[in-house]
């Protein structure tokens, strides 16, 4: 059975010193060691919703309706709950070893997530300002890997960075593109400072390669897996707005509560697949403070 924290408690501090700390130190990481995986096994699961969906708020559209509100509806749905309505999968969930010591060399996983997002061997990874919405709105990234970041938009955008990373980025032009090294593992926090509100996205950045994003049917794969016995933890950005700042009578900027981490324990034998599945609902949410 799965365990669950918010990644404010004091359960798993260890963790969350390199995870969800900001501004951590790269001497913080803990040691992990590249070697040839003989005979891995996998862990394949879901990531569900179980019981009534919350309500999530619409956000309203308060600047650019000419680019970010293409449609006409004046608000745009919460990026921060994703769930199927075929399996009821959640979307944009982060599945990681949070203890192995060694295994496949972190360079898969930026082949993967290069894979995944039709980037060429040899490229940066990348973010997008389109329509005002991230893209992607989770990023996975290697330490120590550069980020490009760009805007389709037409528009004034100004990216900012807190967490591990922190900048303001201003975007005054279409498709200028910024790179950046990302030097500190942990968890990185995207606003747009130039009014757009209601965009927001994030980025893990990680020491090791096994770590997967949930897809659409909140299923996910962790492969080539040394045989051993390790905590496996679901990673969710949490869906409730705890408060609303404003100005002038517009909405500013959103305060969002604290960040989902459930907990499993799974042994992975060698050439072997091994199920791991982690389920969501209202009373994952922790209360306001």
Not at 120 to 133: K, M, V
Request: one cysteine or more; aromatic letters at 6%; charged letters at 20%.
């Amino acid at each position: 059975m799965s365990r669950l924290h918010s990644a404010a408690s004091s359960s798993g501090l260890l963790l969350a010193l390199w995870l969800v700390a900001p501004g951590g130190a790269e001497s913080q990481v803990p040691k992990y060691e590249a070697i040839e995986v003989v005979d891995g096994g996998a862990i394949v699961g879901l990531v569900t919703w179980t019981g009534d969906l919350p309500e999530l708020q619409h956000l309203p559209i308060t600047k650019n309706p000419e680019v970010c509100d293409l449609s006409g509806a004046g608000v745009r749905p919460s990026p921060r709950l994703i769930v199927s309505e075929e399996n009821r999968g959640v979307g944009n969930t982060v599945v990681y070893l949070a203890d192995i010591g060694k295994g496949k060399a972190l360079d898969a996983l930026l082949t993967a997530e290069l894979l995944k997002a039709e980037l060429e061997p040899g490229q940066n990874l990348r973010i997008d300002q389109a329509q005002c919405i991230y893209e992607p709105h989770i990023t996975l990234a290697p330490l120590r890997a550069e980020l490009d970041m760009t805007s389709s938009d037409d528009l004034l955008h100004n990216l900012h960075m807190s967490g591990s990373a922190r900048y303001n980025l201003a975007f005054p032009i279409k498709d200028k593109v910024i790179t950046r090294r990302l030097r500190k593992a942990g968890l990185i926090s995207i606003a747009c400072d130039a009014g757009h509100s209601w965009m927001s996205a994030y980025i893990h950045v990680v020491h090791h390669p096994y770590y997967a994003i949930t897809d659409d049917e909140g299923g996910f794969t962790l492969s080539d897996v040394p045989a051993g016995k390790y905590s496996l933890h679901a990673w969710h950005e949490g869906w409730d707005i705890v408060k609303t700042e404003a100005q002038g009578g517009q909405i500013t900027g959103y305060e969002f509560s604290e960040p989902i981490i459930l907990e499993d324990e799974v042994t992975v034998a060698a050439g072997t697949e091994t199920q791991a599945n982690f389920e969501l609902s209202n009373a994952s949410e922790p209360e306001s403070q």
